[in-house]
């Protein structure tokens, strides 16, 4: 079983930046495909960003593209969100997960972290 563990988060201004780190235990996840999802209060778990195995055409929600960039270094078994230009509205828990195939939907990944809060003021 692996154990992913998210770092990074924190208290910013709009405009800022921030890199996320989702540091996996246990089992290797250097052959999954990693995701990055939010969650607000009383919303669905939103997906942000995935990257295959091979760190191949990362896939991003069309409200990060440009400005959040999904790497991962699989030496470290670690998977970073490079988040830039942030926003009010990127204020959530951010989660990582590792799943088999590279995917939008969060019931396609099959371990997750604890999440990690990102607060964005205007």
């Known amino acids: 079983q692996a154990q992913l563990v998210e770092s990074g988060g924190g208290s910013v201004q709009a405009g800022d930046s921030l890199r996320l780190s989702c540091a996996a235990s246990?089992?290797?996840?250097?052959?999954?495909?990693m995701g990055w999802f939010r969650q607000t209060p009383g919303k669905e778990r939103e997906f942000v960003a995935s990257i295959g195995w091979n760190a191949a055409n990362p896939v991003y929600a069309e409200s990060v593209k440009g400005r959040f960039a999904i790497t991962r270094d699989t030496t470290k078994d670690t998977t970073y969100l490079v988040m830039m230009r942030l926003k009010p509205e990127d204020t959530a828990v951010y989660y990582c997960s590792a799943g088999v195939v590279v995917s939008t939907k969060a019931y396609d990944y099959d371990h997750w972290g604890q999440g990690t809060q990102v607060t964005v003021s205007s």
């Open positions: 246990g089992r290797t996840v250097s052959r999954y495909a």
